[in-house]
């Protein structure tokens, strides 16, 4: 929970989906605190989702909305799962040279063509030796 005088952006954001239709939708709002002033909401219609990839929309479409405004502190607030899994998430942009362990992974999935799992012993070193993080 967000102390009682926090001052900033807060992102609230859901998702819902039905299961026998994979039709679903999602929602964001900005709000500025502590007035609860709303800064921007919008709703989102989404096809082929489950819940999970509606709650996830819902948080993207927001982190959008909040970029577009130009905001850079910001704390994201949802009722999902997703959110209750963790007690703090932080997103920290990095130089590119700093992420080559997951560029490499996204460069050789899409040579692959198909999704794959890093099992292999040479593959992980591989990965601790490229990541300066």
């Known amino acids: 929970m967000l102390e ?3 001052a900033g952006v807060v992102l609230s954001f859901d998702g819902a989906a039905k299961t026998s239709t994979r039709i679903g939708s ?3 709002v900005l709000w500025q605190l502590p007035e609860w002033k709303v800064l921007d909401a919008r709703g989102y219609i989404l096809d082929g989702v489950t819940v999970n ?3 996830y929309f819902g948080l993207l479409r927001g982190l959008a909305m909040a970029r577009d405004r130009g905001i850079q502190d910001l704390v ?3 009722d999902s799962r997703m959110s209750k899994r963790f007690n703090s998430v932080r997103l920290v942009h990095v130089k590119r040279e700093f992420n080559q362990a997951a560029d490499y992974l996204t460069s050789k999935t899409l040579a692959l063509g198909t999704s794959w799992v890093v099992e292999e012993d040479a593959e992980r070193e591989h990965l601790e030796v490229v990541s300066r993080i």
């Open 4 to 6: 009682a005088n926090y």
């Open 26 to 28: 999602c929602g964001c």
């Open 53 to 55: 990839d509606a709650e």
């Open 76 to 78: 994201a607030v949802g």
